[in-house]
C-alpha cells in the first residue's frame, strides 16, 4: 500500500517550476529512485567510490551553487560505513556552496543508544546528531526514530515522519473485524505508539510484559489484555535480532491468540532474525523499505514503500508546507 496524494500534492508534483535536487548515498538507491519518481524528478549525478584502503571518495557532477539539497541515505548495515558516506556527502555539498544541506534519514542507526542506562556507556544517538549538524547538514528528516528524544540531540531542524499510514492501510485491507482484533505493544515503552495505531485500527490494546537482561535477548512473561481467540497485531519500530517479536509470538499463541501479524517500520533483520521470525508462530511480518532486503527473505516477510511518504514531506518542506499535517497524531505521539 502506498501514501496516497491529494489533488492538490499530484498538481504540485507536476508543476515543473517545483524544482527539487536529490541525491542519493549507495545504502538505499531504489528507495531513492522510488522518491526521484513520486517526484518527477531524477536522482541527481554523484560518484562514490572507494580507495583500495576503503576511505569513500564523494564528487558532485552538477553545479549545486546555491541550490537547496535533499540526501537520501538510511543508517543501515553496514552502519558506519553508511554513515561515514552520508558525513563525506553532506561536506562534499557544503563545500559547492550548496543553499540548504537536508539529510533525508529513513532510518537513524545508532538510535537506540539514546541514554545511559549505566555507568560509562556513551550515548551514540546524539553523538551521530552533532558529526551530521558539524558535517554541515541545515536540516534532518526521518522516520519512526526510536525514541522522540533524539529529536532534541539536534541544533539545527528536524522533521519526524512516520510510517503509520502505510502500515495501518495495509493491515486495514485484510479485512479483519475490528472486534476481532488486537494491537499488540511488545513492551511497555512502545505503548504509546501502538495505542495511535489501535485508535487508527478501532481496536483494543494489549501489552507484553517484558524483561531484557542482556542486550538483544528478551525474556516475554505475559501479557495485559485480551488476546484469546483474536488476531494479533503486533507493533514495533524496529525489527534487529526478532528476539522480542518471536516471544512475543509466543506468548500470544500460548493465551490463544489467532493469526499473528508484525508490524515494523525498521527491517534490521541482524543475525538469526531471519530464520527466528521463519519459525515463529506468525503468519506475516510486513515492514517499510526503509533499509533494503537482500535475497533469500521467507514468503511471510512483505514489505511496502515509503517512498510517496518520503516524497511528500520533501516536496512540503521545500515548498515551506507543513510536515506534520500529514499525521493526525504527532502532537500527542511519545514514541
Known amino acids: 500500500m502506498e501514501f496516497t496524494m491529494t489533488a492538490a500534492e499530484h498538481e504540485r508534483k507536476i508543476n515543473p517550476t517545483h524544482d527539487i535536487k536529490l541525491f542519493s ?17 531524477t536522482v541527481g549525478p554523484i560518484l562514490i567510490k572507494n580507495f583500495a584502503d576503503g576511505e569513500i571518495y564523494v564528487q558532485i557532477q552538477e553545479s549545486v551553487r546555491g541550490d537547496d539539497i535533499f540526501i537520501v541515505q538510511p543508517l543501515c548495515n553496514p552502519v558506519n560505513e553508511n554513515l561515514m558516506e552520508l558525513l563525506i556527502i553532506i561536506d562534499a555539498f557544503k563545500r559547492a556552496s550548496a543553499k540548504t544541506i537536508t539529510a533525508v534519514i529513513p532510518y537513524y542507526g545508532y538510535a537506540r543508544q539514546d541514554r545511559k542506562t549505566s555507568g560509562r556507556e556513551a550515548i551514540t544517538a546524539k553523538l551521530v546528531a552533532d558529526m551530521l549538524t558539524t558535517a554541515g547538514a541545515n536540516r534532518v528528516l526521518a522516520m519512526d526514530l526510536h525514541t522522540g528524544q533524539i529529536q532534541g540531540f539536534f541544533n539545527i531542524l528536524v522533521d519526524h515522519i512516520y510510517a503509520t499510514p502505510v502500515l495501518v492501510d495495509y493491515i ?72 522480542t517479536i518471536c516471544e512475543a509470538a509466543r506468548v500470544l499463541k500460548e493465551k490463544g491468540a489467532k493469526d499473528i501479524y508484525v508490524c515494523a517500520a525498521h527491517p534490521v533483520f541482524s543475525g538469526p532474525a531471519l530464520q527466528r521470525l521463519e519459525e515463529a508462530p506468525i503468519k506475516e511480518v510486513v515492514v517499510s523499505n526503509s533499509i533494503p532486503l537482500g535475497s533469500n527473505i521467507p514468503e511471510k516477510i512483505k514489505q511496502l514503500s515509503v517512498a510517496s511518504l518520503l516524497g511528500e514531506a520533501i516536496s512540503r518542506i521545500h515548498d515551506d508546507e507543513s510536515v506534520s499535517s500529514l499525521f493526525g497524531f504527532e502532537k500527542e505521539m511519545t514514541v
Open 172 to 243: 486495514k485491507s485484510l479485512n479483519i473485524s475490528p472486534d476481532e482484533m488486537v494491537a499488540i505493544s511488545p513492551d511497555t515503552g512502545g505503548v504509546q505508539r501502538t495505542r495511535h495505531f489501535a485508535k487508527d485500527l478501532g481496536c483494543s490494546l494489549a501489552i507484553i510484559d517484558k524483561r531484557r537482561d542482556k542486550h538483544n535477548e528478551a525474556i516475554a512473561s505475559h501479557v495485559i489484555g485480551e488476546v484469546n481467540d483474536r488476531h494479533c497485531i503486533i507493533f514495533d519500530d524496529i525489527i534487529d535480532t526478532a528476539g
Open 25 to 41: 548515498g549507495r545504502s538505499n538507491l531504489k528507495l531513492s529512485q522510488e522518491i526521484a519518481d513520486y517526484l518527477g524528478t
